[in-house]
Every structure is written in C-alpha cells, then in structure tokens.
T-cell receptor, first 114, second 116 residues
Framework: DQQVKQNSPSLSVQEGRISILNCDYTNSMFDYFLWYKKYPAEGPTFLISISSIKDKNEDGRFTVFLNKSAKHLSLHIVPSQPGDSAVYFCAASEGASGTYKYIFGTGTRLKVLA | DTGVSQDPRHKITKRGQNVTFRCDPISEHNRLYWYRQTLGQGPEFLTYFQNEAQLEKSRLLSDRFSAERPKGSFSTLEIQRTEQGDSAMYLC??????????????FGSGTRLTVV
C-alpha cells in the first residue's frame, strides 16, 4: 500500500526553466509534508516543508504547493540550475501520532540540461 | 554541529554473518530514526527512538534486526544472520524536540550494506 506516490520516475528540464515535481498521497491524516533532495552516495538533504494549515511555502527558488482536497503537493524550482540535478523525494507524516515518522515516495530523478 | 555521522560507509559481508552499524546524531536531537533504502525506492521506516526509548518498530524489522540507543546518544543497528535481501542503504536521521516550524529530519550519509 503506497501511501505516498511520485508517479514520474524522471524529468528533464532546460536550465533556467521551471521544474515541477508532483506527489500524491492517500492518507487524509497526513498533515506535514517534506521534500528532500538526494545525490548519489549521499543521504537525503532536506529542502522545504509545508504543514496542512498552509497551501504554499516558499524558500528562494523552491516553492511547495499543497492541495489538500486533491491530496496533492508539488515542488516548483525556478529557475532550474544544473546543480539541481538529483533525485527528489516527497514525504508525509501524521503529526498527531507524535513520532513524526515520515513515509517517503519512490522519488523523481530530475535532470537539468545546460 | 557536525551533522549526523554513520559508520561504516560501506560494508560487504558474507551471507549468514552478523553486522552492526553505528549512528551518531546531532547532539541536541532527542529523536533518532533508522530507515532502509533499496534501489529505485524511497527510504522505508525501520524504527524510532525518543531519547533512549525505542517507541516504534516497523514490521520490516524482523527478529534478525535489533536497534539500541543506550543513554539516548548514539545508536546501533545490528543485523544477525544476514541474507542477500538485506543488501540496501541504511540511513540514520535525527530531529530536535517538537517545536514550531521545520519538522524535517537531518539524515546521515548512510551505510551501504552488500551481502554476498
């Protein structure tokens, strides 16, 4: 039972353009969402978070949008840079559970072409 | 703040051997998590500690797996009688006590286990 889904395994974008990575979830109790970036042979690096009381959170070139009714979130990267090439994971958690155990999607490999 | 440290970075072992991994979290973080990641998958939750107490274990954590966090500082993950299916990247993460704002983890670089 995949509670967090990233249906696009890969995405290629030209440098300077917008990258949009999508994530869907099935558990309506999820109320905290994270995006991580992962380079080969390294652990995931935290990018940006959003709680369910918001529908948008922005940090520099990164913006996360949350649509609770659709159980969908997306990460926008503008402008995309070659250094953004990595695997991106979304993750979701039930804050009320107290453990902040995150369920991760399978990832989307982003390639930014120079 | 030196981040989350994991040791070793790589481990190759023969099937049936026991292995132990170590994780040193960020010093002020009281929460510690172990995850496992296989090729093409996202990290999968294994277990969670708050201070020295192990509060949750995934059903992925069979009887051959055991984790400890003595004194609420570093943690160890032991796999007994390793099987080829245990080959994966084992990730440790830590997070501070609950507060406002960011609820994200800080991950270590992981220990890559290969069982031959």
């Amino acid at each position: 039972d995949q509670q967090v889904k990233q249906n696009s395994p890969s995405l290629s974008v030209q440098e300077g353009r917008i990258s949009i990575l999508n994530c869907d979830y099935t558990n309506s109790m999820f109320d905290y969402f994270l995006w991580y970036k992962k380079y080969p042979a390294e652990g995931p690096t935290f990018l940006i978070s959003i709680s369910s009381i918001k529908d948008k959170n922005e940090d520099g070139r990164f913006t996360v949008f949350l649509n609770k009714s659709a159980k969908h979130l997306s990460l926008h990267i503008v402008p995309s840079q070659p250094g953004d090439s990595a695997v991106y994971f979304c993750a979701a958690s039930e804050g009320a559970s107290g453990t902040y155990k995150y369920i991760f999607g399978t990832g989307t490999r982003l390639k930014v072409l120079a | 703040d030196t981040g989350v440290s994991q040791d070793p970075r790589h481990k190759i072992t023969k099937r049936g051997q026991n292995v132990t991994f170590r994780c040193d979290p960020i010093s002020e973080h009281n929460r510690l998590y172990w995850y496992r990641q296989t090729l093409g998958q996202g990290p999968e939750f294994l277990t969670y500690f708050q201070n020295e107490a192990q509060l949750e274990k995934s059903r992925l954590l069979s009887d051959r797996f055991s984790a400890e966090r003595p004194k609420g500082s570093f943690s160890t993950l032991e796999i007994q009688r390793t099987e080829q299916g245990d080959s994966a990247m084992y990730l440790c993460a830590s997070s501070p006590p609950r507060g406002l704002g960011n609820y994200g983890y800080t991950f270590g670089s992981g220990t890559r286990l290969t069982v031959v």
